[in-house]
C-alpha cells in the first residue's frame, strides 16, 4: 500500500515536497516513480528511481527542477518540487514497479501498486 502526502497549493517558482510512504517490508525491491494528471490529460510519467536510489529518470518537463530520492529504512521516497511553473498543476501519484533491476519504465502499465493521488496547485 502507498500512501502520498504533500501536496498543495503553491505560487510560480515556489516549491512542493511530495512523501510516498509504503507499507511492507520489501520496499527496497520496488523501483518507485511518480506520475501525474492534469484535468482532461493523460497520466504522464515524471520521474523514476531504482531499488537501490543510485539511477533515476527525469521527464524533460521536470528535469533540474524536481528531484526524487528514496529512504530503503523509512519506506518513503519523494519528490522535492523547485521553480514550479502553473503547468506543473495535476494530481501526483507514486507507483512501485517490483524491479531490483537498472531499467527503469516509463509507461503506468508497467508499476505495480499505486498510491491514492495528491493535488499539488501552483497558481501565476
Known amino acids: 500500500q502507498l500512501q502520498a502526502s504533500g501536496g498543495g497549493l503553491a505560487q510560480a517558482g515556489g516549491s512542493l515536497r511530495l512523501s510516498c510512504a509504503a507499507s511492507?517490508?520489501?520496499?527496497?525491491?520496488?523501483?518507485m516513480g511518480w506520475f501525474r494528471q492534469a484535468p482532461g490529460k493523460e497520466r504522464e510519467f515524471v520521474v523514476a528511481?531504482?531499488?537501490?536510489?543510485?539511477?533515476?529518470h527525469y521527464a524533460d518537463s521536470v528535469k533540474g527542477r524536481f528531484t526524487i530520492s528514496r529512504d530503503n529504512a523509512k519506506n518513503t521516497v519523494y519528490l522535492q518540487m523547485n521553480s514550479l511553473k502553473p503547468e506543473d498543476t495535476a494530481v501526483y501519484y507514486c507507483?512501485?514497479?517490483?524491479?531490483?533491476?537498472?531499467?527503469?519504465?516509463?509507461?503506468?502499465?508497467?508499476?505495480?501498486?499505486w498510491g491514492q493521488g495528491t493535488q499539488v496547485t501552483v497558481s501565476s
Open positions: 511492507g517490508r520489501t520496499f527496497s525491491r520496488y523501483a
Open positions: 528511481v531504482t531499488w537501490n536510489g543510485f539511477s533515476t
Open positions: 507507483a512501485a514497479e517490483y524491479n531490483v533491476g537498472w531499467n527503469l519504465h516509463l509507461k503506468a502499465d508497467e508499476y505495480d501498486y
